[in-house]
């Protein structure tokens, strides 16, 4: 199946490693030009390398709960590119902290950095003529999983979001649609910190698979990357959980 991605315009926050980079590789590798961006310099660089071997790739070192940053880049990716078809918003502040400071790096960095990116790239996304969004949510956000965190909490407030805005432009042509992973494994990612560090919690969510493993980064790009594409142009403001089954929730 031709997802239509050829050519396509695409700009990925937190691109240079485990989901994002799953998404920029396949997204690259389906013809489209890729822009992406995350704190870490190098690692910005030596993804945006081995990114270019397959097409074109650009990349910044941007912290995108500094709007005035986040925004000036996007502007610029889309000069370069010659315009923004697809967003994807990845950034996460990730969980554990359930304090202040907790709520702080959730709303800056998932809330705020996913709504100020969308901001910016909203006068491209419009021209396009078909722009699209994939907002990076979680089934954490949609079922119990770990007690209350402000890691849930603030990506349930992306989904409604994500909902509300895709019946808000979808007369402008703009999709918006919300992707939420349950248990990714990557090597040096959060479960795999867990799995050496806290082996209780890593085994009894690992027995919860149906499918007796864990997801991998590469299976959510290709849900992403469907979602983003023309193929599923008749598709918005649906939040696609990609779990192997690991939410227990009937969805209606």
Partial sequence: MDLGLKGKKVVITGGSKGIGRAIANLMISEGADVAICARNGEEVDAAVAELSQSGKAIGSAVDVADKAALQGWIASAAEELGGIDILVPNVSAGGGQMDENGWRANLEVDVLGTTN???AAMPSLQASGAGSIVVI???AAVEDFLGPQTYNAM????IVHSQGLAQALAGSGVRVNAVSPGPIFIEGGAWDFI???M???????LAGQPMGRMGSAEEVANAVAFLASPAASWVTGVNLVVDGGFT?????
Avoid: G
């Fill in 248 to 252: 227990k929730r009937v969805q209606l």
């Fill in 137 to 139: 949510a979680t089934t």
């Fill in 155 to 158: 990506k349930a407030a992306l």
């Fill in 199 to 205: 082996a209780d919690i890593y085994n009894s969510t």
């Fill in 195 to 197: 799995k050496n560090n």
């Fill in 117 to 119: 990116a969308i901001e």
